[in-house]
């Protein structure tokens, strides 16, 4: 007797998916057909992972080849990350599946127009005001270094911090003042997040529109509209308590900021809203392009996603 032949999958729209499921201490397989989750005492937790977008894999989590396999059929996007995203390891099928959102995202990027509406957008949401007329991307990034240093010496003297300036160094991680240290370990907790988002979103680290040359310039982007709502407050709240492992309470302390406020929900949202700001259509693929020999099905997901 043979076997009933499956119809093939449909995947479900982003738009329609959970956004975002955290896993860790656990093994993802698949068992019995089914995409489940098995701690440590042998319980299976099914998880429909075709109705996710993405699933954060922090530490203790193993993965077998066969629940690899499936997520990428069905499109949701596997990401290795420190606790509750804090950090941002490495990425399965990172920067989408089809390059719709990629182009999109570099035609605005190369065009000088559209390029300065996307950043005059970031600076309205980041600011809560439009920005100066009749100004360039560097004008524009100059008037925010300005601003950005007053909310600094505000937020330090709301929180009784004693704050010099932002300073530092990579290299020499000591060297920095409690502040600072916390500063720097909660942005970049913020970073994992917001990369994690863009990717699951199929759109490219790389290409900022304000930030530009580094690998993660478009994560600088978008993580400062969020920072000074989030973030850097957090920071300053703890540095004000003096803690003698500073890094440790800052991520700690995001961690379940990002649970609370749900902040992962509201950066793809985000993402969109800038780059519409552009103004530009999506761009067509040109005549002279080979279609593909054995053409795609038509599915429910959404073009340029994962899907």
């Known amino acids: ?29 698949v068992l019995d057909g089914a ?32 629940a690899v396999v499936l997520a990428a059929r069905v499109g949701c ?4 990350v420190g606790e509750a995203g804090v950090r941002f390891y490495a990425a399965g099928q990172p920067g989408g599946a089809r390059a719709d959102r990629l182009l999109y995202q570099a035609k605005l ?9 996307v950043v005059r957008k970031m600076y309205e949401l980041r600011f809560g005001e439009p920005s100066p007329q009749r100004r360039s991307v560097e004008q524009l990034r100059g008037i925010e270094g300005i601003r950005v240093k007053k909310l600094y010496q505000l937020l330090a003297k ?17 060297s ?10 909660a942005t970049a907790c913020l970073y994992g997040v917001c990369e994690a988002a863009i990717l699951a979103a199929g759109y490219a680290p790389a290409v900022g529109f304000i930030h530009t040359g580094k690998p993660q310039s478009f994560v600088y982007d978008i ?21 003698s492992n500073p890094e440790r309470s800052v991520r700690i302390a995001c961690r379940d900021s990002f649970r609370e406020t749900k902040l992962l929900k509201k950066i793809i949202p985000m993402i969109e809203c800038v780059l519409a700001a552009g103004e530009l259509s999506k761009p067509e693929a040109g005549e002279e392009q080979v279609a593909p020999v054995i053409p795609n099905k038509e599915s429910l997901g959404d073009a340029g996603h994962r899907s």
Not at 77 to 80: F, M, R
């Open 1 to 29: 007797m043979t076997e009933p032949i499956l119809p093939p999958l449909k995947p479900i729209p982003i738009k329609d998916r959970v956004s975002v499921i955290f896993i860790e201490r656990g093994q993802l397989d």
């Open 158 to 174: 709301q929180y009784g911090v004693e704050w010099k300036t932002r300073n530092y160094d990579h290299s020499r991680w000591g």
């Open 109 to 117: 990027a190369l065009d000088d127009t559209a390029r300065l509406k």
């Open 223 to 243: 993580a400062d509209i969020f920072k000074f709502d989030t973030v850097v407050p957090l920071a300053f709240r703890i540095a004000a308590k003096h803690p």
């Open 176 to 185: 920095g003042d409690v502040p600072n240290r916390c500063l720097s370990s």
């Open 77 to 80: 996007l596997l990401v290795w």
């Open 35 to 66: 995409f489940v989750v098995i701690d440590k005492n042998g319980v299976r937790t099914h998880i429909p992972v075709g109705s996710v977008a993405c699933l954060m894999l922090e530490p203790g989590t193993r993965v077998s080849h066969a």
